[in-house]
Each structure stands twice: as structure tokens, then as C-alpha cells.
């Protein structure tokens, strides 16, 4: 972690996204190191390609509009490398308001992620939040990054509590921290889904020297039918992770995801190898 952001060649966000048809509902994309995770590549760039791939064939069929994703899930069967990938989408239901669809991941033949995308108009129905409440920046935040290495890290302006600390043997397994897209201030639903994979393990925080911590399912939820947001220049997603329960080799971390004013913008739940 440092004080310093990275200077270093970086592609933008569209670029990162980028997808190419190759026919029968599948593409074709690229993970290029500036990816680089703990192990392969970031899974949440994985997430966001199968989407991008998955919302340019809803954009084919003609889908209303105001029709945005609403929940997601993704499991990692098989860690993702830099290089050449192909998705695969399927719609398995088009409703009135709903439509399901299936994304595969494959590299060299091999499925690697496979994704499950629920997307809908806005309906109707209660309004109330008993979410924990959005953490307040504090003074002192630190950086998150690391100089002169590509990583996925670096790919997003985020600021860390000053007590959240990796391999510190914290009480909590948490991390509080306040981020914004690196390039520019608007972003959507696929970059959320990048966003809600992009922290390191919140075990992390409470382990005193490194251990596995490879997520196999991650799951998002949107709880704001936008589908696109734009921060202020002086704005920040406030985030809580925090992995409350770890037994016989697995961690479940749940996330909150707040949007300046306050309203929960997302929640996200990964299921850990843990030890």
C-alpha cells in the first residue's frame, strides 16, 4: 500500500471491456496484465466482460431501455490467465419485465466462469433499508496501491480506513474504504461488477501472514435501477466488506456498496476457499 498512485501505461475502462462478436451469440475479448490478481487474472474483469457480452445480445433482441441488471452470479470453476477468452451467452427466459440469461468463460476450450444475469425494468414495492450504515471517511485515509506493478489494484482510485491493514491479526475480518472509477467519473453496471470483486479478501485483515483466500462464487445485487451513475469530483463509494464466518476451509465475506448521499447502491456476497 502507498501514498503514490502507480504511473504507468493503463487502458481505459472501455478498452478493458472491449468485446468482439464472433457469431451465434458469442465474443471474443482480451485480459491484458494490467489484470494481474493474487492468482491469474481479476476475476471481477471476468465478471464485467460476461456482462458487456451478455447486454450487447439483450441490446440485439430490442429489450426496453430501462431495463438494467438487477442481480448476478458468477462461479469460478477455473482460474482466468491473461489472454484470449470467448463468452458465450444464453437467454434462457424473456419475460414481460424480467429476462435471465447465462454467460459461459472459456480460455483454450476450457470453461472458466460461468454467470447467471437477471435484468428487469423497475417495478414497484416497499422502500426501506436496515443495511448497516454507510462508514464515515475519517482523517488519515491511506491509498491502495502498488507502484510500478501492473494489477488490478491500480485500476481503481480507492482509499483505505487507516485501520484497515493487511496481515495485522485484526478482531474484525473487514475493510472500510472509499473508491471512485480512475478514469473520469460516470461508470455502470458492468464496472460495479468489476468494483464489487475488487478488494482483497477481507480475511485478510484479521490473518497474520498470507493464506487462500480464492474466491469460487460471487454474487451481486443492484439496488438502483439507473444503471448508470456519475460522482461529483469530490465524491466517493463508501464500502464495507467483511468475512464474518470462516470454518472448515470456507469464508463467506458480504459487501455493502454506498453511493454518496447515503442510499445502498449494491450488495455483494463471495464464498471463499479460506486457510
Known sequence: MSEQAPASTELSWNES???????????????????????????????????????????DLGV???????????????????????????????????????????????????????HSTPWEGPVYSAAPPMPVRPEGTVRLARPGEPTHI????????????????????EWLAWSRPKQGSSFDSAWLAMFGDYFPPAVFARATGPQRAVTIEYSLQIHDARGQWTLGD??????RMHAFHSNDGFAVEDGWIYLPDGSLLATVRQTRLAG
Open 17 to 59: 471491456v472491449a468485446i468482439e462478436p464472433i457469431g451465434d451469440d458469442r465474443f471474443r475479448a482480451r485480459v491484458g496484465e494490467q489484470w494481474k490478481s493474487l492468482q491469474g487474472v481479476h476475476g471481477g474483469v471476468v465478471a464485467a466482460l460476461a456482462l458487456t457480452a451478455t447486454e450487447r445480445v439483450l441490446a
Open 64 to 118: 426496453d431501455p430501462a431495463t438494467t441488471l438487477r442481480a448476478a452470479t458468477f462461479g469460478y470453476v477455473s482460474g482466468n490467465v491473461q489472454g484470449d477468452l470467448e463468452i458465450d451467452v444464453e437467454v434462457v427466459r424473456r419475460g414481460r419485465a424480467m429476462i435471465t440469461s447465462h454467460a459461459t468463460t472459456s480460455q483454450g476450450g476450457k470453461t472458466t466462469t460461468v454467470a447467471r444475469f437477471h
Open 154 to 173: 491500480n485500476n481503481v482510485e480507492t482509499y483505505l480506513h487507516p485501520d484497515t491493514t493487511i496481515f495485522a491479526g485484526q478482531e474484525r475480518a
Open 234 to 239: 469530490d465524491e466517493y463509494l463508501a464500502v
